[in-house]
C-alpha cells in the first residue's frame, strides 16, 4: 500500500525550532519532487517548500531562510526543519508526492507562548 505519513507536529513556542518528518512507503521518494504544504486555521492549502527530483529546492517567501525540506533516500523519508518559527506559520503541515500525487495525513504545528 503506497502511503505517506508524517510525524513531529506540537506546540512550541516564537523562535523555536520543530522538525517534520514524512516517511513514504510503497514507492520510493527519490523518482519525483516532493513538498510541504500548509494550511492555516480558516484558511487555504499554500506551498511551503518543494524539492525537484534533482534537489533543487524552493521555499515560499514567508519562510525563506527559516524553512529547509530535505530528503533521505535511503530511509524514504522527507523533512521539513522550520526555525525561528512564527505564531503565522500556525497550521497544519501536509506532505506531498509528486509522482504517486498522495498527501500525508497531516501534522498540527501550533506556535504560542
Known amino acids: 500500500q503506497k502511503q505517506l505519513v508524517e510525524s513531529g507536529g506540537g506546540l512550541v513556542q516564537p523562535g523555536g525550532s520543530l522538525r517534520l518528518s514524512c516517511q513514504a512507503s510503497?514507492?520510493?521518494?527519490?523518482?519525483?519532487?516532493i513538498a510541504w504544504f500548509r494550511r492555516a486555521p480558516g484558511g487555504e492549502r499554500e506551498g511551503v517548500s518543494c524539492?525537484?527530483?534533482?534537489?533543487?529546492?524552493y521555499h515560499a517567501e514567508s519562510v525563506k531562510g527559516r524553512f529547509t525540506i530535505s530528503r533521505d533516500n535511503a530511509k524514504n523519508m522527507m523533512y521539513l526543519q522550520m526555525n525561528n518559527l512564527r505564531p503565522e506559520d500556525t497550521a497544519e503541515y501536509f506532505c506531498?508526492?509528486?509522482?504517486?500525487?498522495?498527501w500525508g495525513q497531516g501534522t498540527q504545528v501550533t506556535v504560542s507562548s
Open positions: 524539492m525537484s527530483s534533482a534537489s533543487t529546492t
Open positions: 506531498f508526492d509528486f509522482g504517486t500525487m498522495l
Open positions: 510503497g514507492f520510493s521518494l527519490d523518482d519525483y519532487a
